[in-house]
């Protein structure tokens, strides 16, 4: 079975997400009653939640994620970069709706309601074939295709 959502520690459970994540085939980001299109026209702030979200409940300090983001800008610039990439999620996502923790030194995706990454179930189905007798793992490696 295909993880439908994972709760606020990452573990699967069979619930709606409220946040779908979807990489394969581009960036498609699902929040609470909106699809999060814009993201594909600013690949700055679809990065940042990417590399966010790729990361679940890993708290990342700012310099951390503008260095990693923006490795070929100056320090400041890319300080920048990412107040800008953060107040462009921050709008499109809404404040109270966010998946993301931010304070004024560290950043983490760390959704309180049920979310969902088709990499994350991917993982999940490989991992499970990996230990399942050879019918069962066929079967696993087929659903994660």
Excluded at 59 to 78: I, K, N, Q, T, Y
Excluded at 103 to 125: G, H, K, M
Aim: net charge positive; aromatic share 10%; hydrophobic share 50%.
């Amino acid at each position: 079975m295909i993880p439908l959502a994972f709760d606020a520690a990452g573990v699967p459970m069979a619930a709606r997400p409220a946040w779908r994540i979807r990489f394969f085939g581009g960036l498609r980001v699902e929040g609470p009653g909106r699809s999060l299109s814009a993201l594909a026209r600013q690949p700055q702030t679809g990065a940042l939640l990417a590399f966010l979200a790729l990361h679940p409940f890993c708290a990342f300090s700012r310099s951390d994620l503008a260095e990693r983001l923006w490795p070929d800008l100056p320090p400041e610039r890319a300080a920048g970069a990412l107040r800008a990439a953060l107040y462009r999620l921050r709008r499109q996502i809404g404040a109270r709706r966010t998946p993301l923790r931010i304070d004024r030194y560290r950043i983490a995706f760390a959704p309180q309601s049920p979310w969902w990454t088709d990499v994350r179930a991917f993982e999940l189905l490989l991992q499970r074939a990996r230990t399942a007798p050879p019918y069962r793992a066929r079967m696993d490696l087929e659903l994660s295709l």
